[in-house]
């Protein structure tokens, strides 16, 4: 092995304090090619970070191998618990994964039984990925896990077929956009329902060198209210535009030849939008959440200011995704 010198795999490749830093960063990250890779690939890669992190490589490894290795280590490994996620949770497969349900909400929308279906399916996908991107220092019982899935399918079914039913005398558009609204209401609740455990119980802040404070619930709104704001954009563009240009193109004579294929062609739209709003959702906001001491809740204030007096201006927080 090789030590080496001036190197950190844990330094952020590009400005994370920046949007244009952090967009480079979920680029990279949330790649859909990185879910072929093989999972002794990713073992391999995990390995190597953790060389590095000793100080310690291979002989001849060169930077961008470590530059790779930790884009695969980042993509397919909790930040928190370093334990490998779930593909289908992993935002890297929110564009094969969230293409194809997009796609078949937009296009299934008309009758109760499949906007019941998508939904559900919806609900279920993101149920998941919502607890695999949860903050991992929070543990949630699988009661709790129930609870939420179950709130938020049910908060996104009466939300889609209510409005179905209410729109059916609207025009064509507005019924369009209701899978839109049942996804957004959905994300309001399922988010935060899965990491009711943070907001019960805070989450835990550090000072800027990572050392330890104390668990804020404040802290914990603040991170769950940005990972909603984040979803609902992410969806947005593709669930709003892609109603809009199907309700335009369908009028085309050639386009009424070939129904069959409306399916396939809004799945392939919501993933070019979703190529690109994954990771400039994620990049919104910083990953590192930082809040003022000052907006603590006042007895961890007071105890932060007992042991470190005015030396913590900020504590920061792993927002989760």
């Avoid at 930077?63 to 490994?77: C, H, P, T, V």
């Avoid at 009661?143 to 179950?150: E, K, N």
């Amino acid at each position: 092995m090789t030590r080496l010198t001036n190197f950190s795999i844990d330094a952020p490749r590009w400005d994370q304090s920046t949007f244009l830093g952090r967009l480079k960063h979920f680029f990279n990250i949330t790649d859909p090619r990185t879910v072929l890779v093989s999972e002794h690939e990713l073992d391999r890669a995990k390995a190597l970070v953790e060389s590095c992190r000793a100080g310690l490589v291979p002989p001849g490894t060169s930077q961008e191998q470590l530059f790779y290795a930790k884009k695969l280590y980042d993509s397919a490994f909790h930040p928190d618990s370093g334990e490998k996620m779930n593909l289908i949770g992993r935002m890297s497969f929110q564009v094969p994964g969230g293409m194809a349900i997009t796609g078949f909400m937009l296009q299934f929308y008309r009758t109760v039984p499949a906007v019941v279906f998508w939904q559900w399916v919806n609900q279920s996908f993101n149920a998941l990925v919502n607890y695999t991107n949860r903050n991992a220092a929070c543990p949630i019982s699988l009661t709790q896990i129930g609870v939420a899935y179950v709130t938020a399918t049910s908060t996104a079914l009466a939300t889609a077929v209510g409005l179905n039913l209410y729109t059916k005398r609207a025009p064509p558009l507005v019924a369009r956009w209701v899978p839109f609204a049942a996804v957004a209401a959905a994300n309001c609740v399922n988010i935060p329902m899965m990491r009711q455990q943070e907001l019960i119980n805070g989450i835990m802040v550090t000072d800027e060198k990572d050392c330890e404070l104390g668990h804020s619930r404040v802290a914990a709104v603040k991170g769950i209210t940005q990972v909603v704001v984040s979803r609902i954009v992410m969806a947005a563009p593709g669930m709003v535009l892609v109603p809009i240009l199907m309700e335009r193109l369908e009028k085309f004579p050639f386009m009424k030849r070939i129904q069959v294929l409306h399916a396939p062609l809004q799945v392939m739209l919501a993933g070019g939008f979703l190529l690109f709003m994954v990771p400039v959702a994620c990049s919104l906001f910083p990953q590192r959440c930082s809040l003022a001491l000052s907006s603590l809740e006042p007895e961890l204030r007071a105890s932060i200011q007992a042991k470190h007096g005015d030396c913590v201006p900020y504590v920061y927080f792993n927002k989760g995704l």
